[in-house]
């Protein structure tokens, strides 16, 4: 069973930046695919970046060109620059490793965007 630690969620400004991050248990951390997941207060769990074992990413259209997902196979940790950050962004984000099909989550760090 991966473990995933996430970290860095706060409080911020509308406008502000934050970086998230999650650490990975285990030594196979370059054969998962990574991601970041969010969920609002209300609301359903929703993706937010995905950065996979070949290297390439996607994001959600809400955060395109605002936030950057990126890992670092050596640490075993993936990261989630947050940019121009908007009060719409509050929510807990959960860190998500896949693999064979199967998901691991970590128990997420809350981000408050304040107006």
């Known amino acids: 069973q991966e473990q995933l630690v996430e970290s860095g969620g706060g409080l911020v400004q509308s406008g502000g930046s934050l970086r998230l991050s999650c650490v990975a248990s285990?030594?196979?951390?370059?054969?998962?695919?990574m991601g970041w997941y969010r969920q609002a207060p209300g609301k359903q769990r929703e993706l937010v970046a995905r950065?996979?074992?070949?290297?390439?990413?996607n994001y959600a259209d809400s955060v395109q060109g605002r936030f950057t997902i990126s890992r670092d196979n050596a640490e075993n940790t993936v990261y989630l620059q947050m940019n121009s950050l908007k009060p719409e962004d509050t929510a807990v984000y959960y860190c998500?490793?896949?693999?064979?099909?199967?998901?691991?989550w970590g128990k997420g760090t809350l981000v408050t965007v304040s107006s």
């Open positions: 285990g030594n196979i951390f370059e054969a998962y695919d």
């Open positions: 950065n996979f074992r070949n290297g390439s990413t």
């Open positions: 998500n490793a896949l693999l064979y099909g199967i998901n691991h």
